[in-house]
């Protein structure tokens, strides 16, 4: 009930394409879901979030789309940059913004 | 946003032996955390360390392997005790503000 499933664990994608990465929860007191970016050797640095009750938030080329009936919530990279080659987690709080649960992670590479 | 500084950034240890970890963030902040990130995988929190009262333990953890200071609202030390070669992992400080969280860049420990 606890876990944040995300898929896919790599992703590989042509410079200015479309990355997408899922995640899917089960516990729906979860009212907090943020994405975060993980370069090598640094910490994790928080991306964009969403709470449930709203289905799509966007800032700048970064996009989480939310279905609450599902319990399923995904990011979307538009025109994905060599910069965006990062490692990109999913996390879910049913305590605010506190007591994170970590999805396992995309690698995602953008091919120049 | 909050400025963590984690120190040491990397670490090689011995076996047997305690490494203590300092977290100083740039603003006084009422929750730290203190997160666990094995090689390749997520994020798993430890335990949560509040300014004057005893951390609060994730299941799994606890406070004689993972000793936890928090002397202010600035600061914090994680203790890894004993260490084993299965202690080689990240660890990360963490706090909140502004109902977000933000990360350090994190101990990179290896334990011998």
């Known amino acids: 009930q606890q876990q944040v499933k995300q898929s896919p664990q790599s992703l590989i994608v042509q410079k200015g394409g479309i990355s997408i990465i899922n995640c899917a929860y089960e516990?729906?007191?979860?009212?907090?879901f943020p994405w975060y970016q993980q370069f090598p050797g640094k910490g994790p640095a928080l991306l964009i979030a969403i709470r449930p009750d709203v289905s799509e938030k966007k800032e700048g080329r970064f996009t989480i789309s939310f279905n609450k009936s599902a319990k399923q919530f995904s990011l979307h990279i538009m025109d994905s940059q060599p910069g965006d080659s990062a490692t990109y987690f999913c996390?879910?709080?049913?305590?605010?913004?506190?007591?994170?649960?970590f999805g396992t992670g995309t690698r995602l590479l953008v091919s120049p | 946003s909050a400025v963590i500084s984690q120190k040491p950034s990397r670490d090689i240890c011995q076996r047997g032996t305690s490494l203590t970890i300092q977290c100083q963030v740039d603003s006084q902040v009422t929750m730290m955390f203190w997160y666990r990130q094995q090689p390749g995988q997520s994020l798993t929190l430890i335990a949560t360390?509040?300014?004057?009262?005893?951390?609060?333990?994730e299941s799994g953890f606890v406070i004689d392997k993972f000793p936890i200071s928090r002397p202010n609202l600035t600061f914090s030390t994680l203790t890894v005790s004993n260490m084993s070669p299965e202690d080689s992992s990240i660890y990360l400080c963490?706090?909140?503000?502004?109902?977000?969280?933000?990360f350090g860049s994190g101990t990179q420990l290896s334990v011998l």
């Open positions: 996390a879910a709080s049913y305590l605010g913004f506190q007591k994170l649960v």
């Open positions: 963490s706090v909140s503000t502004n109902e977000k969280l933000f």
């Open positions: 516990n729906t007191a979860f009212d907090y």
């Open positions: 360390a509040n300014q004057g009262s005893e951390a609060t333990y």
